[in-house]
């Protein structure tokens, strides 16, 4: 009998391949190990978790759904995690905070768009529906980021941002070495990152070359963010507004006439085809109403 | 003496149907019972809103635009006979004018609520012409349509007057108020070169600026899709392709109006065989008009294959819309065609067919033109459940969508029984015209 064992033999790689998908799904976050047993500096409670709430209602909701109420967008594929399951809830704080910050396919990161701080609310929050959990808070001190100095110079003749970083200590300037620093310029719709996050090297220093065809205001003034983020000091960024983008002076879209405009700034060949369509129909009404009029009183008579 | 009979007779014949009798008063309560149910859907609509209808985001337009073309598309044949027959100086359309006109007048008007039913805040309405742009095609659609409607309006009127005078003058079982109305409306007629003048002039501008309103209103209401970029209304020709296709329609309509109205108002003395086989010669024209733009329409985009294009014409040709896609093409224009070539066809029962297959194929043509393109946008549709990119009418849709045909079989009813459906002073006109050339 052959066939049995055939089917059989079928039936086990399909099992096979199954396990072996459900796995590599699983094991795709890759978390590395010092970012898994990171913790919050932030004491959990109500407020915090409210605070949360509102971040995920704008960021994580269309897609997760209501904790707890099982309306995750199942047509995604993956499909987005029930976040109050079990499968999620038993994830480390350090494991859901590097999801939020690294994102994966459908998923987006978040690094560029939340702090640290709104992250540490949204795990507030969906902490609230796990009764079993118990914080364990990290000794992080947040307000040591304040010691931080951040500066960044930017290099005509390189065309490059010379970043350095340090920290006041009490017993004098300590380089922050290792450190992840990204640039960013400010657009319309949100930062754009110029090259890499780099890390700093043992001067704390880092060099992120600057293109030299981002389009500025009139004056070719950019906004220039660079963020910090140190394992001991945690977040730091400036702003700086430099004149370093290429000028650009175009009219607003909406400021001559155009079709697209409103209508006190109709293009005038629109305005007078129209005008001229609705006068030529009103005088020929007025010509038929005339001879009815006529016509109305030569009967009369 | 046999003049003064004749027009004795005409006069009686055409004046007959006016009215009140069981029939009318049966078809009257029917139709006004259906138009109760259907506009109960309108009120569901209106109470919880368009949640109520298979439209959405990617679907906005759906049937009662669909349905809203069509009622445009109707409303241009009384250019087509009214107009341009009278001005190529057919005389064998003229029994058929006023019927042309009444169903352009029904259509144009019912057209407007037709829109206001697609809104989902009609309360807003007004807001169309308080901050209405001058740039944009729906603006211009209001306008022109509103223009048709009142030149269609005058284009029944005018030529309606002598009739209006013998309305009051002979009909014999009406109210005095009836009599007053008729007697108002026939503005002082009495038969004098000045007035016969007088509306011989403005019969002929109304025959001239109504060719170029109605060719206005059905370009506009195409240019509502061709100003846009989307698979399968980016073209050049719809503008024409549109107003071929509503000569179909209108024709088609008046052919069952002529058909209905022969039969139940006895006109097989006005209404004969010849004039059936006319107006049969000029479906076939039309059709093969419309056959031109469709062969041109769909001939240009599946040669170039151009990726969206290719996508939507696929759909049509083979894919999900292919079944409706065919049964339109084949059942609402070339199988008439085929058929109306052919004499035999050409008599009133066939026609009747014929014309209900093409006012059918008309209709699904409107949705075949609107719904398949706003299921392909260019965005790819993702991650919504199915229903939301593909359109299925809902009961309270349907409803809504017959509502306004409803009203078009109303106002046609009641013109066709207040207003003689024949020209009784052009028919008496004519015929003594014929009797002065014997002589």
Known sequence: ?301 | MSERINSEKITADLLRPIRLNKGFMVWMGVLSISLLVCLFAYFLQLRDGMIVTGLGDYVSWGMYISNFVFFVASSLIGMLISGVLSLLKQKWAAPLARIAEIIALAFAAVAGLVIVMDMGRPDRLLNVFIHGRIQSPILWDVTVITSYMIVSALFLYIPLIPDLKICAQKLTNIPPFARKIYEFLSLNWSDTPVQRELIRKSTRTIAILIIPIALAIHTVTSWLFANTSRAGWDSTIFGPYFVAGAFVAGTAAVIIAMFIFRKVYHLEEYITEFHFDKIGQLLVLVSLLYLYFNVNEYMVPAYKMKRADAFHIHELFVGSHALLFWITQLGGLIIPIILLILKPFRKPIPMLVISTMVLIGSWLKRYIIVIPTMEHPYLPVQNVPLKFSVYTPTLIEILVTIAPMIMVLLIITVLAKVIPIIPIHETIEHQQEIASKKK
């Open chain 1, 1 to 301: 009998m052959n066939y049995p064992t055939k089917k059989l033999k079928s039936i086990l790689a399909f099992s096979f391949m199954i396990c072996f998908a459900f796995q590599s799904f699983a094991a795709s976050w890759n978390v590395p190990e010092d970012q898994k047993t990171r913790n919050s500096y932030i004491k959990f409670d109500a407020s915090t978790a409210s605070q949360g709430e509102a971040i995920y209602n704008a960021n994580c909701l269309s897609c997760h759904g209501d904790p707890g109420k099982g309306n995750n967008l199942k047509s995604l594929n993956p499909i987005p995690p029930e976040l109050s399951s079990v499968g999620s809830q038993n994830l480390t704080d350090g494991e859901l905070l590097y999801i939020l910050n690294t994102g994966r396919a459908v998923m987006p990161s978040f690094k560029n768009s939340l702090s640290e701080e709104k992250m540490w609310h949204v795990i507030s929050y969906l902490r609230g529906f796990n009764k079993n959990y118990v914080q364990t808070l990290s000794s992080f001190d947040p307000s040591k980021s304040k010691l931080v100095k951040l500066v960044a110079n930017f290099d005509k003749a390189k065309n490059a941002f010379l970043i350095v970083a340090y920290a006041n200590e009490k017993n004098g300037k300590k380089a922050l070495v290792g450190s992840e620093v990204s640039l960013f310029v400010k657009r319309r719709f949100g930062n754009l990152q110029i090259d890499k996050t780099l890390k700093t090297d043992g001067s704390g220093q880092a060099e992120i070359v600057f293109p030299n065809d981002i389009p500025g205001n009139k004056t070719g003034e950019l906004e220039v963010i660079v963020k910090l983020f140190d394992l001991n000091y945690g977040e730091v960024q400036t702003t700086s507004r430099l004149a370093i983008g290429v000028p650009t002076n175009k009219p607003g879209l909406n400021e001559q006439r155009a079709i697209w405009n409103v209508l006190e700034k109709a293009p005038y060949w629109i305005l007078f085809l129209y005008s001229l369509g609705v006068i030529s129909f009103l005088i020929f009404i007025l010509y038929i109403l005339n001879n009815l009029r006529k016509f109305r009183i030569s009967g009369n008579k």
